[in-house]
């Protein structure tokens, strides 16, 4: 099928809008999307940035059957917009509501899942290499921002994808980080020169006429040469010509037509293409565009002032962070290590007061746990803070760079258990099973702020070998206490049932404990502490008593707690009912973390209503 074919089938959305329309659109969508993110929260600056890029994609490529791929996917506001959504952006992030990122379940527009890094070369060249050999025709373009390109992953996929001389697109969406540094008004100069329409026009007209003859061939070889030995010295596009790319740009991101014109250029180009477009996060909104790390992730918000509808208030990761100032200050060997979340990890004031211990990654989590390692072996103490979801990357280096040698290397597992409105891809789900497998490894969950402070000094003074220290999104609950630095400890004394927990869900055990003593049924809580190794011994000692175990837990159920402590008793002899109420085997979708408890029956309520079943009474 030829391309012309090809264009004939295929209906871009947005192909028949013309530039002063393209523009209008561009500041309605700007304008509703300020007004929906508001409410709802989300990701705001990255969407801003993207508003002209998203509506240019959609004047030249049609989506239902061109595959988009989206990195991380932060930025996918506008094209969800644009692909029969808009009016589904009130309930965005909301339980029941359109997801944060994109979903291929939600529109046939949604080319692919996201919401991790460093994915979306690699993607869309596996998309490329289908669409060769299953015979079809459409085009595949991935769109990865600047700071995506930290991750080692991206540059995996860009030197298959260079290689590969497959028809693919990847945008690179530059809102803060230069390739190299720059050179001026030459470079500038040169750079839109070559996406002249006279330029483009000529450059095949050449190649045409010297590919003809033996002569041509060798003439532009020589030509060739001379050429890449000035552009590598005066453009900043050597590294992704090396890899076997053929760059265009860069480009103004807020340019409509010239990003049309370009995107319309780079459609009839069958090779790999990197389109380097440059664009302001936060464009079009003052307060994001003056401070955009605050505006890229918001919660509710006055758009007339830019502050939050709330306060923020103290969490688990402030704690982290301060007391990580503490330990730092007791024991200069102690070092402090994010993937590109210094804020997010609390490790701000960390960094800010010891500069020279404080290291940054990028989103390079397998690097992060690698270079721990070797820093643990030489004598430092490394704690990498880190969300849940995230360290799923680094499992083979935690097993390989980290177990293998016993190597005190502290994690702080943020985000661990439901995080909410983010979904499936931030879900803290599985951590509690994969840690469980890595020999030596020791696992700490704290229920509150002042737990979570002496543990992590423990973590980093006393125990040896990996240590991690689970914590949840978000303040802590009612209980608010130190058991002290016992595996487990006997929380509530009862006779009738047996409720273990850890973690945030001890909040939820005490208050299915109160509701159930209204019933005259006495609950025995027993909290654990240290959740691997797991120690049963207490559990054991009251399931011999109760005959009856409920355990809760924001976990996936394979390899959870309730199961190893369900393994326990069975060794032990002990005949129990024993209930496990948790995530299940599969995913969990995004909502507020209060609703997902409640639907998957892990608040108070929920915990009680089982006890009750267990115990047959109503």
Do not use: W
């Amino acid at each position: 099928m030829s391309n012309m074919q090809k264009k004939e089938e295929y209906s871009p959305l947005l192909a028949n809008l013309t530039d002063g329309e393209g523009e209008e659109l561009c500041k309605l969508l700007r304008q509703e999307l300020i007004e929906n993110v508001s409410k709802t929260g989300g990701h705001l600056g990255s969407n801003l940035g993207a508003v002209e890029l998203t509506v240019a994609l959609h004047k030249v490529f049609d989506t239902s059957k061109d595959r988009l791929v989206f990195d991380v996917g932060h930025q996918c506001y506008v094209h969800k917009m644009l692909t029969g959504r808009r009016e589904d952006m009130e309930t965005l992030r909301q339980h029941g509501g359109i997801a944060g990122f994109p979903k291929p379940s939600e529109s046939i527009h949604d080319a692919f899942i996201a919401g991790h890094a460093s994915n979306s070369v690699a993607v869309a060249l596996g998309m490329a290499r289908a669409r060769t050999l299953m015979g079809e025709d459409y085009d595949v373009i991935a769109i990865i921002g600047d700071g995506a390109l930290s991750g080692g992953l991206s540059y995996e996929g860009m030197s298959n994808a260079g290689q590969s001389g497959e028809q693919i697109l990847v945008i690179l969406n530059d809102n803060g980080m230069s390739i190299t540094p720059s050179v001026g008004a030459v470079a500038e100069h040169l750079a839109k020169q070559r996406l002249k329409p006279q330029y483009l026009s000529f450059k095949k007209y050449y190649h045409r006429i010297m590919d003809s003859t033996e002569l041509g061939r060798r003439a532009d070889k020589v030509i060739h040469r001379a050429k890449q030995a000035i552009k590598h010295s005066l453009l900043p596009c050597s590294m992704f010509e090396d890899m076997g790319f053929n760059y265009l740009g860069p480009v103004d991101g807020h340019d409509l037509y010239r990003l049309t014109e370009i995107l319309t250029y780079a459609k009839k180009l069958n090779e790999p293409v990197l389109l380097h477009v440059k664009t302001v996060k936060g464009k079009g909104y003052m307060y994001a565009e003056e401070n955009p790390d605050a505006f890229h992730g918001v919660s509710p918000f006055d758009p007339t002032t830019g502050k939050p509808l709330k306060a923020s208030s103290r969490n688990f990761s402030d704690v982290f962070g301060d007391t990580m100032v503490k330990l730092g200050q007791e024991d200069k060997r102690v070092c402090a290590i994010t993937a590109a979340m210094v804020s997010g990890t609390g490790l701000q004031p960390f960094a800010t007061a010891y500069p020279d211990r404080f290291f940054d990654v990028g989103i390079a989590e397998g690097c992060a746990v690698s270079m721990a390692a070797g820093m643990a072996k030489q004598g430092v103490v490394p704690v990498f803070a880190v969300y849940s979801t995230f360290l799923q990357r680094s499992y083979d280096m935690l097993l390989h760079d980290t177990a293998i040698d016993h190597l005190h290397v502290v994690f702080g597992v943020d985000r661990a258990g439901l995080v909410g409105e983010d979904g499936e891809t931030h879900q803290g789900l599985f951590d509690v099973s994969y840690l469980d497998s890595v020999p030596g490894m020791t696992v700490l969950a704290p229920s509150s702020f002042l737990e979570l402070e002496h543990m992590l000094r423990r973590a980093v003074q006393e125990i040896s070998g990996p240590v991690a220290v689970r914590y949840p999104r978000g303040g802590e609950g009612t209980y608010t206490a130190d058991s002290g630095a016992a595996a487990a400890v006997v929380l509530r004394e009862g006779a009738d049932l047996t409720l273990a927990g850890y973690g945030m869900q001890i909040n939820d055990l005490i208050y299915a404990a109160e509701l159930l003593e209204r019933k005259n049924i006495h609950a025995e809580i027993i909290k654990l502490n240290t959740i691997t190794p797991l120690d049963a011994t207490l559990v054991i000692q009251s399931v011999r008593k109760t005959g009856a175990l409920i355990v809760p837990e924001e976990s996936a159920d394979s390899g959870c707690v309730g199961r190893r402590l369900e393994a326990a008793l069975a060794e032990a002899n002990v005949v129990a009912d024993v209930r496990c109420i948790n995530c299940g085997e599969g995913l969990v979708p995004h909502g507020a973390v209060k609703l997902l408890k409640r639907d998957l029956s892990l608040d108070g309520d929920g915990i009680a209503k089982k006890a009750l079943e267990v115990l047959k009474r109503g």
